[in-house]
Each structure stands twice: as structure tokens, then as C-alpha cells.
């Protein structure tokens, strides 16, 4: 199922531009597995929220990425009721009857957020859920910069940036293009000494993750893998003119040789 074009999450972004620590999350985990939940429950983060694609499944998955099973048993078994899926496409209104979203439940065992606004909007829609909980307690985990970190960040709640992904295969290929270029950003803003917004809650970096991330690329780097990118794009487009040219031809040989038969 895919998703539809989110406005009010691309106006959101926009604010990113003013302020760009929005992007930035408290904490940077390769993936779920290396995020500490009994010691993180400990701190006083009371409850936690998770994106779905390519944080837990697979894009557009139901079901949880089978090296994770030991991890979400963790999370499920330290915050029991207080963890919550907060999807853009499960549980939305693209969400036909909401059956991805109680696929989901019944795959991963947790509960699916019903909302309407898509994420970095309707932090709202998360806090009723979470009623009585203040959004410092709240833990928000997700896969991307733009939409779930700054989600989390608007809002006041911890956030933590998985930074490996499930896979990309069947991804929407331009998240999959954002994706790229926001770890690019992060690395910039980190080579800028652009820190996260200071957390209420102290949390000690060396309890909660299990094993840190190498550190962010250096420029040398991220520049290395931007001209891997545009060449890669460029491979592509002359990839496709070539089929399109092929193609043609073989019509107008085609279209010939019907003239001729007549
Ligand atoms: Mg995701």
C-alpha cells in the first residue's frame, strides 16, 4: 500500500530550514537492537513510540524483521502497554478499515496509532494516546530525520535515529533519496557542532546504547558518496533514454514494416 502525498508533513519540514537542531536526534542507534530498554525504562522514559517501515519491517512490511525478535520481546516486555506503532501508512486514513494497521497488531503484538495527520505533524494524536504521560517521558524511535525525529523533537520527547535500515528494496524511492541525503545533512550539522536540543531527562548515553554507531562520514566523504550518487543517477537516466530510444525504434521498424505488408 503506498502513502499519500503528506502537505502538511512537507510544510512542517520547511521549519527545518529556520531551525535546523529540529532534525537532530538525542540518540543514534544502528537499529532497535542496540537500544538498552530496561535501562532506558529506568532513566524515566515511561513510554515509547515506534516508527514501522524500516525501523521494524521491511517498507510497507507486516511483519517484524526477524533479527529483531529478541529486541522487540525486550521492549514489549519492559514497557508492556505503554509502546505504541506510529505509522504513515498503517492507522492513517490511507489505511483502508485500518486492515494493515490490525495486520500489524497481530504480527508484532502491539497497538497501531489511529490518527489522521502524518507524521512530523499530529504529535497531538500520540500525547492523547499516551494521556497523563509528559512528552519528555515519551521516547519516539524512527528511521528518518525529517518526519519522526523532528515528530519527536517538536514535541519534547527523546528521540532516537536508527540509522541502519531494514532494507531499501521496495522502498519508495524517493524516501529512500531523502533518506540518503538527511544522513548527509546529519553529518553536516555535526561537523558544525549542532547539537540536539538539551533533553529534561538525563540519560546516560553509555547504559542506554548498547553499542554506539561508527562516527558520522567526514566530508571527504560525504562528498565522495554524493558524486557516487549523481553518477549513479546519471547511469540511470542514460539507462532509461537508451531503452526509450530502443524502444522507438523498434515501433517505428514495427509500424514500417506494416506499411510495407499492405
Ligand atoms: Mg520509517
Redesign the pocket.
Known sequence: MGQSFNLHGVLQSFRVLLSPRLMVPNIIVRDIRDINFEQLHKSGITAIAF?????LTPPYGKDLYPPFEDAWKRCRDVYKDQVVIVSNSAGTQDDKDHQLAKAIEFSLQVQVLRHRQKKPAGGDELLSHFSGIRPARIAFV???AL??IVFGNNWGMLTILTRDVVTEEGDNPMAKRIRRMEHRALAFLDSMNIKPRSHPIKIDLHDVVMQPPPPPKTQEEVKAQAAIDTREAKEAAEQKAKEATESHAKGEHFSEKKTTTK
Open positions: 516508527d514501522k517501515d524500516n525501523c524512527g528511521d528518518r518526519t519522526d
